[in-house]
């Protein structure tokens, strides 16, 4: 469906995207992750039409795209802010980009009740944008642009002014409702959570230029390098020389998986990963003595903050039943299957 060449944007001097090659396939969902300035939404842009390239090629359905204007693009676009119309009804919204098409008011009046039932919002025809909530607002936008049945849908930040707990529940019916039209979908965010909940692939860019790119289990599960991890929020980050199935860090001797890269290298350690052991008396020599810097209560678990004599600190997530109290001496040990062995990052 969709499918970058070496796209390149440049601001002066910076590129802002770094011959980016990326693929979208029909139906699939894609949601673009990255810090601000990492070039995701001008990569939107860019596949919109309203960024002209310096370098590279955007293709629909095969076309290359340049020179041709957005509105022959047959792609839909919701930003942020949703962008409505005050002047016009809820009907009048949703039903704009079919008028620009020349529909008919009949089949007009048809998409937009249609439209109004998949987002949730029946009847809401008549209804004054301004007297909508932020949510409702977003559902309009969404069935606005959705009405002229792109090939392709687009989102900027589609969920970023609602709160987090309306996020979490549009954010579950959007793929749902997606799923149900065979919707193809480029979303970016820099949401976390929205990303991992919404896509079929994510996508995390860095300076223009892409990071990793796969299933979101593959993301979370495996970083590709200490910028992707520490991005993702895991912080539980340090040096190691891997020698086997063993490194050897600041945090002691850590086993790795299988198959792991050798040699120096940088060493992820999930907080589920780092169990608690009873210390009994002076640590074995070689291996750090640890002690219970904080313990923070997150609902779910309690997020502990491991301090050893000498080196970084080292956090850790326990039941609640199981985190020992500020100033407690304990042992520490890990689980191979929470250790990710990095790979190097982007030059």
């Not at 980016?20 to 939107?44: F, N, Q, R, Y």
């Not at 095969?62 to 942020?80: E, I, N, S, T, Y």
């Not at 949703?82 to 008919?104: I, K, S």
Request: hydrophobic share 45%; aromatic share 4%.
């Amino acid at each position: 469906m969709l499918r970058l060449d070496g796209a390149t944007v440049r601001f002066g001097e910076r590129a802002v995207l770094d011959a980016v090659d990326l693929e979208v396939a029909e139906h699939e969902i894609v949601c673009v992750l990255g810090p601000s300035g990492s070039g995701k939404s001008t990569l939107l842009r860019a596949v919109a039409g309203l960024q002209v390239l310096d370098g590279g090629r955007v293709l629909l359905g095969g076309a290359d795209q340049r020179g041709v204007p957005v509105h022959r693009r047959g792609v839909g676009l919701m930003f942020q802010d949703h962008q409505l119309f005050p002047q016009r009804d809820v009907g009048g919204n949703v039903a704009f980009g079919l008028r620009m098409r020349g529909t008919g008011k009949a089949e007009q009046a048809e998409r937009v009740r249609e439209l109004l039932d998949l987002v949730g919002l029946p009847g809401a025809e008549r209804r004054s944008v301004a007297a909508l909530s932020g949510g409702e607002q977003q559902r309009v936008a969404l069935a606005r642009a959705l009405a002229p049945r792109p090939r392709l849908l687009m989102l900027d930040e589609p969920l970023g002014q609602l709160d987090r707990g309306l996020r979490e529940r549009l954010v579950v019916e959007l793929r749902q409702l997606f799923g149900s039209l065979g919707t193809t979908v480029l979303a970016v965010t820099h949401d976390q959570g929205e990303a991992f909940a919404l896509a079929d692939r994510v996508v995390v860019m860095r300076d223009g230029r892409i990071a990793q790119s796969g299933a979101p289990v593959e993301v979370w599960s495996r970083p590709a390098s200490e910028f992707v991890a520490r991005f993702l929020g895991f912080d539980n980050v340090v040096a190691a020389r891997v020698t086997g199935v063993v490194a050897d860090t600041a945090w002691g001797k850590i086993p790795v998986p299988e198959d792991s890269p050798q040699g120096e290298r940088r060493l992820l350690v999930r907080p589920g990963g780092v169990r608690l052991v009873p210390r009994e008396g002076q640590p074995v020599a070689g291996e750090p003595a640890w002690t219970v810097e904080s313990r923070t209560f997150r609902g779910s678990h309690v997020a502990v903050r491991l301090r050893p004599v000498d080196g970084p600190a080292l956090d850790a997530e326990l039941p609640l039943r199981e985190a020992p109290e500020e100033g407690a001496a304990v042992g520490v040990a890990f689980r191979a299957e929470d250790v990710v062995v990095l790979g190097d990052d982007l030059p």
